[in-house]
């Protein structure tokens, strides 16, 4: 069974950086999407940046050139260096898996059926 455990978030200034990390244990999946989601309060929750079993990437409109998705060499931990942070991107992040690939790109929310417990990002102006 995957497990996916956040860790990272905090608080931060306006055009500040944090690195979020994901670990991720159990999976056997051969193809895979995982990434990062948010939910901020009042509203949905939404893809953030996910990345493929074949590295393929793909970012929310709202974090391009700001943000940058990763994973070590083994697979068991992914990334997510958030620079230049703005009040608006204060949400609860979650790492999330799905077993099969596409990322935000072409993959509903629903469909990554494995998650985190979630990890606090507030940025203040």
């Known amino acids: 069974q995957v497990q996916l455990v956040e860790s990272g978030g905090g608080s931060v200034q306006a055009g500040g950086s944090l690195r979020l990390s994901c670990a991720v244990s159990?999976?056997?999946?051969?193809?895979?999407?995982m990434g990062w989601f948010r939910q901020a309060p009042g509203k949905e929750r939404e893809g953030v940046a996910t990345?493929?079993?074949?590295?393929?990437?793909n970012y929310a409109d709202a974090v391009k050139g700001r943000f940058s998705i990763s994973k070590d060499n083994t697979g068991k931990t992914l990334y997510l260096q958030m620079n230049s942070l703005k009040p608006e991107d204060t949400a609860m992040y979650y790492c999330?898996?799905?077993?099969?690939?596409?990322?935000?790109?072409?993959?509903?929310?629903?469909?990554?059926?494995?998650w985190g417990q979630g990890t606090q990002v507030t940025v203040s102006s």
């Open positions: 999330a898996a799905c077993n099969r690939a596409g990322g935000i790109a072409t993959l509903p929310v629903a469909d990554f059926t494995t």
């Open positions: 159990g999976y056997t999946w051969g193809t895979y999407s």
């Open positions: 990345i493929d079993s074949d590295g393929t990437t």
